[in-house]
């Protein structure tokens, strides 16, 4: 079996400092220029058209592509029946749109042609904020009756890393966020969490009997121990990610670039930071106790 070693407490430094480069241009660029919203959050054009015989998808897309509506949402129905969902269009532009579909792809009849509202309302936003606000209030009990306290604050912190992490590299870069955004950043949440607690389980199991004062030295030793299997459960999950990415439909690639993005995240603040945040909150505290009882147990 392969062996990893790698000073996890030793050069905590050097692991914050690493997270703090790539969250920070990232929180900057949300509070100056904020995300890029799809039409799922700000609304567009509405096509419905009915082919005469099958047509394929990308072709669409590249007719759309060509006019400047390469970000939009379309899906097919039974081969001839295609929802465009786009930014929004004037008449002049949808007339064009429709003439160059009608010049580059069989016939078809125009079905429906309206003006959509945003799919994500700031209602909907709001239950979503409120929905992680209330896994994380859960998340806090289960892993304190469970762990204890500062176990579970610090996989909240960690939690909230690769939330920034994720959403200020999607800010920084400008890229195009739609309605499978949300439910990425919803399982992000929970495939870090569940890594956080594989290595906070071992840390555990290892505290039983350890006689010294500080937390660090077993804190290193546990998630090494455990840190291959980590790696290659994160592994098999990016093989399947990646497929979905570079051979899924183009409807599904912000959702997969997010949880690309979020499982590599993810993963180094599962072995980086929660166990980090959690063993200086711990020997600090001791610290200050035995300074306070001047180096007595």
Do not use: C
Not at 8 to 14: E, Q, S, Y
Not at 84 to 106: F, H, K, N, S, Y
Not at 189 to 211: A, H, M, P, Q, W
Not at 216 to 222: A, H, K
């Amino acid at each position: 079996m392969m062996k990893i070693w790698l000073d996890i407490t030793g050069k905590r430094k050097l692991w914050f400092l690493i997270s703090a480069l790539v969250i920070l241009p990232g929180v900057i660029s949300l509070l100056f220029q904020g995300l890029n919203l799809g039409i799922d959050f700000r609304g567009g054009t509405l096509l419905q058209l009915q082919f005469t015989e099958a047509v394929d998808v990308a072709k669409v897309r590249e007719v759309l592509a060509e006019r400047g509506f390469g970000q939009s949402s379309i899906q097919s129905s039974g081969g001839k029946s295609v929802f465009i969902r786009a930014q929004d269009m004037d008449e002049d532009q949808r007339r064009e749109v429709l003439t160059a579909l009608g010049e580059e792809l069989p016939s078809f009849d125009i079905m429906r042609i309206e003006k959509v509202g945003a799919v994500i309302s700031s209602e909907l936003r709001n239950a979503a904020f409120l929905a992680l606000f209330l896994a994380s209030i859960l998340m806090i009990v289960y892993i304190t009756l469970r762990f204890e306290f500062k176990f579970a604050i610090a996989a909240i912190l960690a939690l909230l890393h690769d939330v920034l992490a994720v959403v200020g590299i999607f800010s920084l870069f400008r890229i195009q966020i739609d309605s499978t955004f949300v439910a990425a950043i919803l399982t992000i949440v929970g495939y870090s969490v569940n890594d956080t607690i594989v290595f906070f389980d071992r840390i555990r199991e290892n505290l039983k009997g350890y006689r010294k004062r500080l937390v660090s030295p077993i804190v290193n030793e546990s998630v090494n121990q455990v840190l291959v299997r980590a790696l290659n459960t994160s592994l098999t999950t990016l093989f399947v990610i990646v497929a979905l990415l570079f051979l899924g439909g183009e409807t599904t690639k912000t959702f997969a670039l997010a949880l690309f993005i979020g499982v590599i995240v993810g993963t180094y603040s599962s072995i980086f930071i929660a166990n980090n945040i959690w063993a200086y909150w711990r020997d600090r505290d001791e610290v200050k106790r035995l300074a306070l009882h001047g180096g007595s147990r």
